[in-house]
T-cell receptor, first 113, second 114 residues
Framework: KQEVTQIPAALSVPEGENLVLNCSFT??????LQWFRQDPGKGLTSLLL?????REQTSGRLNASLDKSSGRSTLYIAASQPGDSATYLC????????????FGKGTTLSVSS | EADIYQTPRYLVIGTGKKITLECSQT?????MYWYQQDPGMELHLIHY???????EKGDLSSESTVSRIRTEHFPLTLESARPSHTSQYLC?????????????FGQGTRLTVV
């Protein structure tokens, strides 16, 4: 059974720092991996989608990498801002039919000004 | 911003009441999902649908039911609400035919059963 783990569970940094959030998964046979942002009491906002054949995706200050063989993904946030404060969720798609995404518990990020 | 909408956003209801949580998407996606999320915990899949007239139960056992009569609409119903149903419910959709399979989520419904 696929399990997704995110480390650390919480992270506090001063504004301007570059940071890395980690995601690991137990079964490397994934179809894709998606990073989301969740603000308190809100739904999920998709940040980046990486297909299994890809190694990384970039959007603005965000860069996500994928190493399927080792079961790892990282989300790199450059020059963090207070507005980046949120919970970041990693989710893996099991197969092409897309039965559903399997989620980690998330990393709660706090960026202080 | 994704075109997927959930209503109501917040609901407080008494034990034993029947409730329906609404989810609609305007993207024409075939696949829709319902997840349940308790505070500080990961999302768990409770129902999904591959298209009209298709519904399946997810990994997490749930006393709720769903229907998919129209592509854009995927409501979730609790026949008799209990305090153990208190949680956040998140609806999502994706379109695997494009080969992209990016999932989009609604804003969620926070349900409290008293």
């Amino acid at each position: 059974k696929q399990e997704v783990t995110q480390i650390p569970a919480a992270l506090s940094v001063p504004e301007g720092e570059n940071l890395v959030l980690n995601c690991s998964f137990t079964d490397s046979a994934i179809y894709n991996l998606q990073w989301f942002r969740q603000d308190p009491g809100k739904g999920l906002t998709s940040l980046l989608l990486i297909q299994s054949s890809q190694r990384e995706q970039t959007s603005g200050r965000l860069n996500a990498s994928l190493d399927k063989s080792s079961g790892r993904s990282t989300l790199y946030i450059a020059a963090s801002q207070p507005g980046d404060s949120a919970t970041y969720l990693c989710a893996v798609g099991a197969n092409q039919a897309g039965t559903a995404l399997i989620f980690g518990k998330g990393t709660t990020l706090s960026v202080s000004s | 911003e994704a075109d997927i909408y959930q209503t109501p956003r917040y609901l407080v209801i008494g034990t034993g009441k029947k409730i329906t949580l609404e989810c609609s998407q305007t993207m024409g996606h075939d696949k829709m999902y319902w997840y349940q999320q308790d505070p500080g915990m990961e999302l768990h899949l409770i129902h999904y649908s591959y298209g009209v007239n298709s519904t399946e139960k997810g990994d997490l056992s749930s006393e709720s039911t769903v229907s998919r009569i129209r592509t854009e609409h995927f409501p979730l119903t609790l026949e008799s609400a209990r305090p153990s149903h208190t949680s956040q419910y998140l609806c999502a959709s994706s379109e695997p035919r494009t080969g992209d399979t990016e999932a989009f989520f609604g804003q969620g419904t926070r349900l409290t059963v008293v």
